[in-house]
């Protein structure tokens, strides 16, 4: 059956899934088109349908579709189905399928977000699912939309590009919800301009080259920063930059800053990549751009209740409070948030989207849900005005604590605790029970007031009573987070030896002690940072030589030894025993009867250049690289005399 309007459809079905195959199957036969089907469900195999799991729906990214079906059964991946719905096209029907009893569900998505080995029941989230569906009176008749459609009205497309041509701006930014014509306006503009593009995704850029000059170029993002383009275009094209990790999209600007190449970034704002205020906040702040906007869309009509519905589920669109600035005599209210309270939870939700540059639909649904997970509000006349997420960490068992020492084992959660056993070396930061603070923001208003401090001092004060050992933080540095976090009292421990890719900068780690025995862990992290940092200093591009001081006794030690024999005889990684290694190198040269260690040598002489060095060896790829070091090693080991290792017994 057909209905008279061309409006997307959606069709909620209450079942298990293999239970209705056979009706899904017999749908799709009589109604053409895509069939995309986006399930859990291994084994399944029938022509009609384009069957995909949720985790490789990214190559679902800049295509079109008709009519789709999406498996919530087992699983609700909100990313997966915000791709889909975007993909999908006037006159499709997208049917989901969902739970016949919600009570006993666990949600096999919970795996990716919560530190579980076993999927969980989302109560928060299928309310929220359920309070959507009742303020959308979709149909549950079969009635498939008119596919004869009139000519689609380019408008405001036609004036965006006109407006973008005529800009004098360096760099210009697009940016639109899905479905309003980005990618075809980029590549249209690429008629009036000698371009290249870069995107995460060739297979995203389908749309633009449909519209696109046929001689423009692709090159992915890493590929353009390495190749040596001679005659560098008018303009780079830099197409969903949001999804580009923030450290190469900054050198990716720097790149054509340098060539005197001007930019046109398109992004979305919104959806499964992020709220995409990355480089909005961070990156641009320091350029001058032009900013432009699409609105109306054309792969779906204005009013779309599919979109209405998408957008309702995933919360796009930022939640607005009337604001007032903070006179001396108000009161800041800092308390934990009812994890039932699902409004307070969106709100905050909210907040952090608008104050935070990665927050993700990964994080809605752990906000929701997640175990082990506490929520806090600081609150003013009843306004929310700053939230903070904080995790419950430490307290593991000895052998998995020894375990994730030798790299053997690497289970989900204690990120703080775990990787300063990883990493730093230090055990007891496993043992001991912590409380990490894994998200913090402040409405723009109201910051640089001590709110952010108020709230911190709350977390410590609860932590305090609930006897834990410390508090722990992890973040991307920044001048800005460093002057904050030590205004907090906390004290940096340990400083990760390469740059996070969503960031662009390193992470850095700090503790704030609560017990004596905090505070031992404390002095033993910053020992060894300011033994380590003498030869970090030469491989992490930090301002911390002013910072740090620096322990110039490099001798090999006994605790040198223990991570270098983690790193020959387990899975201790190289970065972590960097400075060890060093030390290690200098020791064996200083003695006359010094063993040779050759790749050792060079590869510490020659950091940057570790192909060359597999090459000379005949070592195919970095991984065999590592296996010849640690037989060199393990051969130092056991040539070494009884008298050089009693130096180190106790």
């Known amino acids: 059956m057909q209905s008279t309007d061309s409006s997307r459809k959606l069709w909620v079905l209450y079942d298990d899934a293999t239970a209705l195959w056979t ?4 749908i799709a036969s009589q109604h053409q088109g895509d069939w995309i089907t986006v399930t859990q469900q291994i084994n399944l195999s029938n022509d009609l349908l384009q069957i995909i799991p949720p985790n490789k729906t990214k190559l679902l990214l800049g295509q079109e579709y008709r009519h789709a079906i999406f498996d919530a059964t087992q699983g609700f991946n909100l990313d997966a189905l915000a791709r889909l719905i975007g993909t999908l096209v006037k006159g499709s029907v997208l049917i989901l399928v969902l739970p016949a009893d919600f009570t006993h569900w666990r949600d096999q998505d919970s795996l990716r977000w919560n530190e579980n080995p076993y999927p969980i029941a989302v109560p928060n989230f299928v309310a929220h699912l359920k309070q959507i569906l009742s303020e959308f009176n979709f149909t549950t008749e079969y009635q498939f939309p008119h596919l004869n459609e009139p000519l689609d009205d380019l408008q405001e497309q036609k004036n965006t590009l ?4 005529q800009s004098d701006k360096q760099i210009n930014v697009l940016i639109a919800k899905r479905g309003r014509g980005k990618s075809a306006l980029a590549g249209q503009f690429t008629h009036y301009h000698h371009c290249i593009v870069t995107a995460p995704q060739k297979n995203s850029l389908k749309t633009f080259f449909r519209f696109a000059k046929s001689d423009t170029q692709f ?15 008018d303009y780079l094209i830099i197409d969903e930059a949001a999804m580009i990790p923030l450290s190469m ?12 190449c001007r930019v046109l970034l398109t992004t979305t704002v919104e959806g499964y990549e992020g709220t995409g205020q990355g480089f909005l906040l961070k990156l641009l702040y320091h350029h001058s751009c032009n900013f432009f906007y699409l609105e109306k869309p054309i792969r779906w009509h204005a009013n779309d209740l599919l979109e209405q519905f998408s957008d309702r589920l995933l919360l796009n669109g930022i939640q607005t409070n009337d604001t007032v600035s903070l006179n001396s005599n108000q009161t800041i209210d800092c308390s934990q948030v009812d994890r039932h309270d699902t409004k307070a939870l969106k709100q905050i939700y909210y907040l952090l989207k608008i104050a935070h540059y990665q927050t993700t639909l990964v994080d809605l649904r752990r906000l929701l849900d997640a175990q ?3 929520v806090w509000q600081a609150q003013t006349k009843n306004q929310r005005i700053a939230a903070a997420i904080t995790i419950n960490e430490g307290n593991l068992a000895d052998n998995l604590i020894e375990e994730v020492w030798k790299g053997t084992r690497r289970p989900k959660g204690n990120l703080v605790a775990q990787s300063l056993v990883a990493h730093a070396g230090e055990k007891l930061a ?5 409380v990490r603070i894994n998200r913090i923001a402040v409405i723009e208003v109201y910051r640089r007031q001590h709110i952010a401090k108020q709230l911190v001092q709350s977390i410590f004060t609860e932590a305090a009573q609930q006897n834990k050992d410390f508090l722990s933080v992890s973040f991307a540095f920044s001048e800005d987070n460093y002057r904050f976090w030590t205004a907090c009292g906390f004290i940096l421990v340990h400083i990760a030896s390469h740059k996070e890719a969503c960031s662009g900068s390193y992470s ?3 503790i704030k002690p609560i017990t004596q025995q905090a505070k031992l862990l404390v002095n033993q992290l910053q020992t060894k940072l300011q033994r380590n940092w003498y030869w970090l200093k030469e491989i992490i591009d930090l301002p911390f030589n002013n910072i740090l001081s620096i322990d110039h006794n490099q001798s090999l030690s006994k605790l040198d030894l223990e991570e270098l024999r983690g790193f020959c005889y387990y899975y201790r990684s190289y970065e972590s025993t960097y400075a060890a290694l060093n030390r290690l190198n200098r020791c064996n040269h200083a003695k006359s009867n010094g063993i040779n260690l050759p790749i050792l040598t060079v590869l510490l002489n020659n950091q940057h250049s570790e192909s060359q060095i597999m090459q000379t060896y005949h070592l195919n790829g970095r991984n065999a690289l590592m296996q010849a070091l640690k037989r060199e090693l393990i051969d130092w080991f056991d040539r070494l005399n009884s008298d050089f290792l009693s130096k180190f017994d106790d």
């Open 372 to 374: 082990n997970l506490m």
């Open 23 to 26: 009706k899904l199957i017999k």
């Open 219 to 233: 090159y992915a993002p890493d590929e353009l920063l390495e190749v040596n383009i001679k005659a560098f275009p």
């Open 508 to 510: 850095v780690m700090f």
């Open 430 to 434: 496993s043992k001991l029970q912590s």
């Open 249 to 260: 999209l900054q050198q990716l600007l720097q790149l054509a800053l340098t060539k005197n």
């Open 162 to 165: 006109n407006q973008i041509l």
